[in-house]
């Protein structure tokens, strides 16, 4: 039993996936990166070489607002609403606090969040460490 998949990838998921990330204006690793995936991943996808999980377009379709039912078979708008803005913030996310997929974290927030998630894991503890440092100065050494 073979477990590869293809499938057309002008016509089918792979395809479609290509479509909304160019309407969002954004490079496979940009639109990659906000998931926890890589771009060469979602390049495997959009050549009809991979078929993403469950959990994959879960992510997608909470990140960019994306209809499933669009994304898996054609049906119905790329997006349940307006897509973001091309700077790959989410959809939702505001000036101030607001509903969002990132649990209303502001603009800023939800960029640094976005920008974290990007960085090797010996990145994200120096900069863990770092911020640690700024809120101890802040509070005079009492750590949340």
Known sequence: MSTSFSEDPTTGLGGRLRRIRKTLGLT???FAEPIG???????????????PSSAVLQLLEI???I???YLVSGDGPMFHEAPP????????VREGPAASPYGGLDRR??????LFRG????????VLDHVTDLFLLERGGEEA
């Open 109 to 114: 927030e939800a960029r640094l969040l976005r």
């Open 63 to 65: 990140r960019y607002r």
């Open 37 to 51: 995936i890589s771009g060469s991943y979602i390049s495997d996808i959009e050549k009809g070489k991979a078929r």
């Open 28 to 30: 496979q690793r940009k």
């Open 67 to 69: 209809n499933r039912g």
């Open 85 to 92: 803005a091309g700077d790959g913030e989410p959809a939702g």
């Open 119 to 126: 960085l090797s894991p010996r990145r994200r503890q120096e």
